[in-house]
T-cell receptor, first 117, second 112 residues
């Protein structure tokens, strides 16, 4: 089945540690996104990528890093510089690319819940 | 950045009742999307709207793209217990490529 797979489902981080969240999609979508969700709030965009080897900062990129070496994969690293990392992280993808116009909706994975030890 | 106000924040309704929720933006949007999120899962797309005035249905759900292009509405008719969850609106402002702005969600609880 086509879809977006996030792993792990739950992740714990120690102080000063970097952790990496995985996001893989087999939908052949061009664009991929990372969001952070805190209780009672909407989704806030961390980073997004419209094409392989290119990505842009979203609204809350500080303390996070990403890479897009393959179309299918968009891992997110939560660095030790992110002082409040406890949240639910959601990855999404869409069939859309800059310059091609189009407003294809984003489809989401099932999320990774990150907590501090 | 864009502001997106979603209301109500939460609602308790009885099974069988109709539900209405809405979103208002500070900018003109060219796309409105409605998602539902169950606890511990990712949002699932319910309805996508691409044109001012557009009215689209998906089963018991109906959503409209406001004429001013700054608002959207979602109605659920004859609610059932499995409608429980958080409903998010999301919109894309003109000139923002593929970036979406999300509302803060409407938590729906249905009592028997």
């Amino acid at each position: 089945d086509g879809g977006i797979t996030q792993s792990p489902k739950y992740l714990f981080r120690k102080e000063g540690q970097n952790v990496t969240l995985s996001c893989e999609q087999n939908l052949n979508h061009d664009a991929m996104y990372w969001y952070r969700q805190d209780p009672g709030q909407g989704l806030r965009l961390i980073y997004y990528s419209q094409i392989v080897n290119d990505f842009q900062k979203g609204d809350i990129a500080e303390g996070y890093s990403v890479s897009r070496e393959k179309k299918e994969s968009f891992p997110l690293t939560v660095t030790s510089a992110q002082k409040n990392p406890t949240a639910f992280y959601l990855c999404a993808s869409s069939r859309h690319r800059m310059g091609q116009g189009g407003n294809q909706p984003q489809h989401f994975g099932d999320g990774t819940r990150l907590s501090i030890l | 950045g864009q502001q997106l106000n979603q209301s109500p924040q939460s609602m308790f309704i009885q099974e069988g009742e109709d539900v209405s929720m809405n979103c208002t933006s500070s900018s003109i949007f060219n796309t409105w999307l409605w998602y539902k999120q169950d606890p511990g899962e990712g949002p699932v797309l319910l309805i996508a709207l691409y044109k001012a005035g557009e009215l689209t249905s998906n089963g018991r759900l109906t959503a409209q793209f406001g004429i001013t292009r700054k608002d959207s509405f979602l109605n659920i008719s004859a609610s059932i217990p499995s409608d429980v969850g958080i409903y998010f609106c999301a919109g894309r402002a003109t000139g923002t490529a593929s970036k979406l702005t999300f509302g803060t969600g409407t938590r729906l609880q249905v009592t028997l």
